[in-house]
């Protein structure tokens, strides 16, 4: 073999220090004199990738790291990591359409990890043993208690957030709600066979826990004046949400014998607390193909009346060419509902309401051709000679809901760098809770960076952030995973009989066992086999994770092809 | 003495001039370290020996010595019969390739099990002599291309079979023979333990990939063994005193040219009627060894499936004595070389 003495050294990615010998070392001795490293044209680098669970999450919620955690039985630990970004890890548990599951790798080994059941049983764990939430602890909180304080507008899932991010920094927040009981839509839209009311209010006294100051039924405007809040508070984070009705455009200016969704869900939130049984018509209608009007029809059918809705959309799976075409309803709503007797009826609109004079006798309903015109406006075409009578005592309409912004016109026009963030269902396009918990999430960052003055933390937030080097199932080796069949929650038997939660969380077994489903994604989970499998020594095992020796590493390969969580990646080497 | 990791001695350190992705330098890693640095070390000629002495620079962190090609299990058993003489236990590791073990060596092995030396041989499989330009052995398998079984109009490849070396050993009547390969770590791991626990003449065959040989990207050395092993070519079995008494099933039966097309070995095999039949004839051979062994059907330990699930921390790593760390000096491990 020819001398290779004469080969340039470039060792720019030494990790362990030793002592350099001459290449090729005339005296015997040890091989670990001749640097093999310089042979290779590329190089493998650890590199933590996000999983697309994380990707998803409108929450942003680290969800292999606490799953990682709960894994190893660490549940504490794994609750503070998961409500670090999402304090209501058990309400969006049982409510959240957990976006996460459906592009998690594991469905191309088995199923998807139930990233929700596990969501949930750590936030039932975390309200059993009275857990408390923890001061944030990074370079942003400071050891100072600060002076400035901050209003929050809306007690619902982005203000909350946002406060409770707040707070955790150290900062003193008000929050403004015009009604009696904080919470939001979470509390006023969601039945109880979904979300029983003492979860949700155990979150929130988890958050109030950590101090906040929370002024009920006050209306910016009426109770407090918009230059108060301006003059009092050195930031203000409006998310008020959608709580005013979208109305039918229809011809036909009686009230009676209609409503809309969400003054239906409140009228018997009302009744139910009462313990007063609201009575309803034989038939029913709802109008609406999103989660809203499947709520509604639900809570219907568990008062016992017949209920057909009314949806201008397509159901789920047809949509081969437009996704703007299906109801936006979720999926899994949409089979419990039909499960539970709902009838539902598509690509139907309500062309006018037919009245025995104020008596509703039904709706006039025809097939809806387009739905959205080409400005993506709401606005569908009804063929003619399509027309139906559905029969119905009451109609309910939930076809969306909108802001009301009276009395905060000013605060509405501001921007940042006056002091005043927004975020919520109110501004947000995605109307799930998760994705308003994110938006105050950020909201609460954006005004930490901008109240401390520091852009260059601001920066670096936002490049924390920002989500890239998605990892894909072709970049990971499945077959090193054992398949693990999925587990559920269970389904509660004789679910029409009332407003008992449908379904069940996990037990203690199945949760332990579940976390382990996770596949860790694009993150390392020790394994060993990058160290097993290197011919030639170069990676070095410590204790929690492992080093490459670039002196010796030939850049073969092989411990980024068998690494099954697709954590390295194979970079050329830089000359 | 080189001791940057601790979790294992490397017996075979860093800085050896194997070919990037070398399957031979990852199966005696593996092998040596499972069986520690308190174990002398005996090495017939092949790429190991070349790759790990180079230029006087040694890569063993053991005691090492170099014989010829044809006598390496012959010196391993004056050693063996030296320390028996002085009253001592130190476990004799014969090391060898291909070459040195089906064709060259061949004699001296069967003397040395013969005669009930207390010595592991360890055969480094890659199928060809690989160090002297890929020239066919007795190890190739059929219709391999190498440099002196060129494919053409008279052939496809080596005309003959693999010879069945671990059928030879066992016939021996020996405490142990098996096989293994890198791929299935926890199962060489256990080959290895279960051989160093029992006396007499032992007997592994490791198939290591050579990516230079078998002609395919360095990174996949593992998987194509995997594959070795998934597709029935390369049973995983192990035989004590002839009896066959263990075999790796398999999760499912890959067919044989999942395992051939990423080699270019094999490459002349696809797109030509000649080339058809050839694998044909492969996987005939795939399915005449699952059927002899049983490979789909034997109740076993594990599965080609569970054999490599990774988890958490690992499955198992390497027995760290303490005596590597204490050992005065940082010199290198001393080479004698046997025939200088």
């Given amino acids: 073999m020819p001398d290779p003495k004469t080969k340039s050294k470039a060792k720019t990615k030494t990790q362990i220090k030793k002592s350099v010998k001459p290449k090729l070392a005339i005296n015997p001795g040890s091989s670990t004199a001749y640097h093999t490293g310089d042979w290779r044209t590329e190089e493998p680098v650890y590199q933590n990738k996000w999983p697309p669970c994380s990707q998803t999450c409108p929450a942003s919620e680290d969800i292999q790291a606490w799953l990682a955690l709960a894994a190893r039985q660490q549940w504490q630990a794994a609750w503070h990591k998961l409500s670090e970004r999402n304090p209501f890890p058990a309400t969006m548990g049982r409510i959240c359409y957990h976006a996460c599951e459906s592009p998690c790798n594991r469905k191309h080994l088995d199923t998807a990890v139930n990233i929700h059941a596990m969501e949930r049983y750590l936030g039932d764990m975390a309200i059993a043993h009275g857990w408390r939430h923890k001061p944030a602890c990074d370079t942003l909180s400071g050891d100072k208690t600060k002076t400035q304080r901050v209003a929050v507008v809306g007690a619902g899932p982005a203000g909350l957030s946002c406060a409770f991010q707040l707070l955790r920094h150290g900062y003193s927040v008000t929050i403004f709600d015009e009604q009696s009981e904080p919470g939001g839509t979470l509390y006023s839209a969601i039945p109880d066979y979904r979300l029983p009311k003492s979860i949700l209010a155990k979150e929130i006294d988890a958050i109030v826990a950590l101090g906040v100051e929370l002024r009920l039924n006050t209306r910016i405007g009426q109770d407090i004046s918009e230059s108060d809040l301006r003059n009092q508070f050195d930031a203000i984070f409006l998310a008020i949400g959608t709580r005013q009705p979208r109305q039918f455009q229809g011809k036909d200016n009686s009230t009676h014998s209609v409503m809309s969704g969400i003054d239906f869900l409140q009228a018997l939130m009302l009744a139910e607390s009462r313990h007063e049984k609201m009575t309803l018509p034989k038939k029913v209608a709802v109008v609406g193909g999103g989660n809203t009007a499947i709520d509604v029809a639900r809570c219907v059918r568990r008062l016992g009346s017949e209920v057909t809705v009314i949806c201008a959309q397509d159901p789920h799976g047809n949509h081969h060419h437009d996704l703007a075409t299906e109801m936006p309803a979720s999926v899994l709503e949409v089979i419990e509902a039909e499960a539970e007797g709902v009838h539902l009826l598509y690509r139907a609109g309500v062309r006018r309401l037919v009245r025995s004079g104020e008596h509703l006798s039904g709706v006039e309903i025809a097939h809806v051709d387009q739905v959205h015109d080409r400005h993506g406006n709401f606005n569908p075409k009804y063929f003619d000679g399509t027309e139906e009578f559905v029969p119905a005592g009451l109609i309910i309409f939930a076809i969306g809901q909108e802001a009301n912004w009276d009395g905060l016109e000013n605060l509405f026009q501001a921007s940042e760098s006056d002091g005043?963030?927004?975020?919520?269902?109110?501004?947000?396009?995605?109307?799930?809770?998760a994705a308003a918990v994110g938006s105050g999430y950020q909201a609460a960052m954006?005004?930490?960076?901008?109240?401390?003055?520091?852009?260059?933390?601001?920066?670096?937030?936002?490049?924390?952030?920002?989500?890239?080097?998605?990892?894909?199932?072709?970049?990971?080796?499945?077959?090193?995973?054992?398949?693990?069949?999925?587990?559920?929650g269970e389904m509660i038997s004789r679910r029409l009989d009332g407003f008992k939660e449908v379904v069940q969380g996990l037990t203690d077994d199945d949760a332990f066992s579940e976390a382990q489903r996770c596949l860790s994604c694009g993150v390392c989970f020790e394994c060993d086999n990058c160290w097993h499998f290197c011919p030639d020594a170069a990676v070095i095992k410590k204790t929690g994770g492992y080093d490459i020796d670039y002196d010796y590493c030939k850049g073969c390969g092989i411990c980024a092809n068998e690494c099954p969580c697709g954590h390295i990646d194979m970079v050329a080497v830089k000359e | 003495m080189d001791s940057r990791d601790p979790f294992r001695h490397n017996v075979l350190t860093s800085g050896h001039r194997a070919c990037s992705g070398c399957g031979e330098a990852m199966a005696a890693r593996m092998v040596s370290d499972l069986i520690g640095p308190d174990a002398i070390y005996i090495n017939a000629t092949g790429c190991l020996q070349v790759f790990s002495t180079h230029n006087q620079q040694s890569s063993w962190q053991a005691p090492w010595i170099h014989s010829v090609f044809a006598n390496a299990a012959a010196v391993a058993s004056g050693v063996e019969a030296a320390l028996r003489a002085r009253g001592k236990d130190t476990p004799v590791i014969v090391q060898a390739g291909d070459g040195g073990t089906f064709d060259i060596g061949l004699q001296c092995l069967s003397g040395m099990i013969e005669r009930g030396h207390d010595i592991l041989f360890v055969c480094y499989d890659n199928e060809a002599y690989m160090n002297t330009g890929v020239q066919r052995s007795s190890s190739t398998p059929h219709a391999v291309r190498t440099s002196t079984s060129p494919p053409g109009r008279l052939s496809q490849g080596k005309t003959q079979l693999k010879k069945d070396v671990i059928s030879i050993m066992a016939a021996h009547h020996m405490p142990y023979a098996a096989t293994a390969t890198v791929a299935f770590f926890p199962d060489l791991k256990a080959k290895v333990e279960k051989a160093m626990t029992i006396k007499g003449p032992r007997f592994l065959q490791v198939l290591s990939p050579c990516p230079l040989g078998w002609v395919h990207d360095s990174a996949l050395s593992v998987s194509v063994s995997r594959l070795a092993v998934e597709t029935g070519l390369f049973p995983l079995v192990e035989l004590e005193?002839?009896?066959?008494?263990?075999?790796?099933?398999?999760?499912?039966?890959?067919?044989?040219?999942?395992?051939?097309?990423?080699?270019?070995?094999?490459?002349?095999?696809?797109?030509?009627?000649?080339?058809?039949?050839?694998?044909?004839h492969l996987q005939?051979?795939?399915?005449?060894?699952?059927?002899?062994?049983?490979?789909?059907?034997?109740?076993t330990q594990w599965t080609t499936a569970t054999a490599m699930q990774s988890q958490r921390h690992g499955r198992g790593g390497y027995a760290v004595s303490d005596s590597l760390h204490e050992r005065p000096g940082s010199q290198g491990a001393q080479e004698v070389k046997a025939d200088a």
Avoid: C
Wanted: aromatic share 8%; no cysteine; glycine share 8%.
């Fill in chain 2, 241 to 280: 005193h002839g009896e066959l008494t263990g075999v790796m099933r398999l999760a499912e039966q890959k067919p044989v040219e999942e395992y051939l097309r990423p080699q270019g070995r094999f490459k002349h095999l696809f797109g030509s009627k000649e080339g058809t039949v050839e694998l044909h």
């Fill in chain 1, 446 to 488: 954006s005004i930490v960076a901008s109240l401390k003055g520091e852009q260059a933390v601001f920066d670096h937030l936002k490049a924390v952030t920002k989500k890239s080097n998605k990892i894909t199932y072709r970049q990971m080796q499945l077959s090193y995973y054992p398949t693990r069949s999925r587990h559920e």
């Fill in chain 2, 284 to 299: 005939a051979l795939a399915d005449a060894r699952i059927r002899r062994y049983d490979l789909l059907g034997a109740d």
């Fill in chain 1, 420 to 433: 005043v963030w927004l975020g919520g269902d109110a501004v947000s396009k995605s109307k799930v809770a």
